[in-house]
């Protein structure tokens, strides 16, 4: 299956920016929410076809090493000659991880569950620290003659969902748009009409399918087009969609969806509750998830200084000046336009809570909010949350003097704080404390989420 990153990126111009890796903004009022587009497991988008009446290989579901032998055991007596256990999480590279294993006998099955399950999965969309498999999906193999790739998703540029499909699945489709972009297809639908009958046909013949694997090829490009359409969807994917070898029954095959992927509207998830149950809050980032109960907006980044700003525009171009400085953003964190003391505290407990963060920049613009108050809650955050690590502080706006004046009367009881004059000042102070600091201390993860 083709990985994705699990934010819908904004397109980078120029020099390589930060606020490049975040996602858009399409949320309204205060604060800002960045919406991401809800994913679901593999499994789940299996059931999901084959409710829509899309060809799927037989399936089960285990969060057991028990349970993944008994339904290995019932899908070889079922006829099945090979099975595949495949791990259930939200991240690409299993297969060259070791977290999808083809087995032949129960024996290996318990085998591969065993290593699942009691072992974290690290692959390149992992990062080290691997990932925790809770779920399993155990699958009857098929033999396959031949793998295409076919997704429905939109078209930012054009404005519509668009089909996508390519003769030479079983691949990344990014890794095939690079080396052969003839092979994609791309199809635009229509707004209203969606994908037509004689368009699916169409793209049937093709691809290459022949014969009666034209009509199933064209009812699944219909089908999940459907389930597109009704489900909100900003993804559906089958990667591989494969043929199976010809038989006495099939004399030209079977046409099977072998492996899927879904992604949903975030804004349209109130229509769909089915669909909202789907959500697995264990593959999710723990700290985006707390962020998102105070009405924060974060992301976790790679760098070491956190950033607390109100305003998406104004947290992006927070994160761009202290990369031009020298320094490495740690995060995305918009308090959004109240800046409320709970909100300041909260975030600065979910900033700390990162424990490759040596520094926290303060960027407040006081617009509707005046800056006095928001020095004000700056204050009592920091000292109800404590600091250990540099504090950098710059307030812009309405009373602006007084909120510097309140600052500097804290500076004895919160020495980590300084306060700046402007951004570029505010950007040039964190990145020298933090580098002033690393010198001296060890600084750094030291295992279990502990700060060195």
Known sequence: MASRTPLAFLAGRGLARTSDRLPQQVGRGSPAILQTPMKIHEFQA??????????????????????????????????????????????????????????????????????????????????????????????????????????????RARRTATVIASAEGGVEIEVVAEKNPAAIIKLPLHPILGLQGFQARELAFQLGFKGKQVGQAADIMMRIAKVFREKDATLVEINPLVITPADAKN??????????????????????????????????????????????????????????VNGAGLAMSTMDIVKLHGGEPANFLDVGGSASEEAVTEAFRIILSDCKVQGILVNIFGGIMQCDKIARAIVTSAKNVGFKVPLVVRLEGTNVAAARQILADAQKEIPAMQAATDLTDAAQKIVAAVQARAAKTDAGCCGAGKAC
């Open 46 to 155: 299996r059931q999901l076809l084959s409710d829509a009446g899309v060809a799927v290989p037989a399936f089960a579901v285990a969060d057991t090493i028990e349970s993944a032998v008994a339904h290995a055991r019932a899908l070889f007596a079922s006829g099945a000659k090979e099975i595949v256990v495949k791990a259930q999480v939200h991240a690409g590279g299993r297969g060259k991880a070791g977290f999808v294993k083809v087995v032949s006998t129960i024996e290996d099955a318990q085998a591969a569950a065993t290593f699942m399950l009691t072992n974290k999965m690290v692959s390149y969309q992992t990062g080290p620290e691997g990932l925790v498999v809770r779920k399993l999906l155990i699958a009857a193999a098929e033999t396959i003659e031949k793998e295409y790739y076919l997704a429905i998703t939109i078209d």
């Open 251 to 308: 004399p030209d095959g079977r046409v099977l969806a072998l492996d899927a992927k879904f992604q949903f509207d975030d804004n349209a998830l109130f229509r769909h509750p089915e669909i909202a149950a789907l959500f697995d809050p264990t593959e999710e980032n723990a700290a985006e998830l707390r962020a998102n109960e105070f009405g924060l907006s974060y992301v976790a980044l790679d760098g070491n200084i956190g950033c607390l």
